[in-house]
């Protein structure tokens, strides 16, 4: 998908602040963040949302949600955090590329 803002990120079209990265996944720095750590963990193939994940997609999510602890515990959220998936128009999804937030706020 050309005109997708996070397939341009992960192309490298778009400069974004990458926290982690690997073959399959790349996670960044949300640009608009709603809490102190504000974290946005992506496939880097397109899938557009949930509700076109399949079977086939169980190995790519179950590593997007085995490494959300990973990636929090690195910023600080060791305590805890949030996160989230909006799935849909209708489920608050605002850009239609599968995105993971990972948000909170670090404690001492």
Same mark, same amino acid.
Not at 6 to 27: H, S, T
Not at 29 to 50: F, G, N, Q, T, Y
């Given at each position: 998908?050309? #005109?997708?803002? +996070?397939?341009? @990120?992960?192309?490298? #079209?778009?400069? &974004?602040?990458?926290?982690? %990265? #690997?073959?399959?996944?790349? =996670? +960044?720095?949300?640009?608009?963040? =709603? =809490?102190?750590? *504000?974290?946005? $963990?992506?496939?880097?193939? *397109? ?14 999510? /179950?590593?997007? $949600? &085995? $490494?959300?602890?990973?990636? &929090?515990?690195? *910023?600080?959220?060791? =305590? /805890?955090?949030?996160?989230? @998936?909006?799935?849909?128009? &209708?489920?608050?999804? %605002?850009? +239609? ?5 990972? $948000? ?5």
């Amino acid at each position: 998908m050309t #005109d997708c803002i +996070f397939c341009k @990120i992960v192309r490298g #079209d778009i400069p &974004a602040n990458k926290v982690y %990265e #690997d073959d399959e996944v790349l =996670a +960044f720095k949300d640009i608009r963040p =709603a =809490a102190p750590v *504000h974290i946005l $963990l992506i496939p880097k193939r *397109h899938i557009e949302s949930m509700l076109n994940t399949s079977r086939e997609d169980e190995a790519l999510l /179950g590593k997007m $949600l &085995a $490494l959300t602890p990973v990636i &929090a515990r690195e *910023h600080g959220l060791g =305590a /805890g955090y949030k996160t989230a @998936i909006n799935t849909g128009l &209708a489920g608050g999804q %605002e850009v +239609f590329h599968l995105h993971l937030h990972i $948000l909170g706020t670090p404690q001492p």
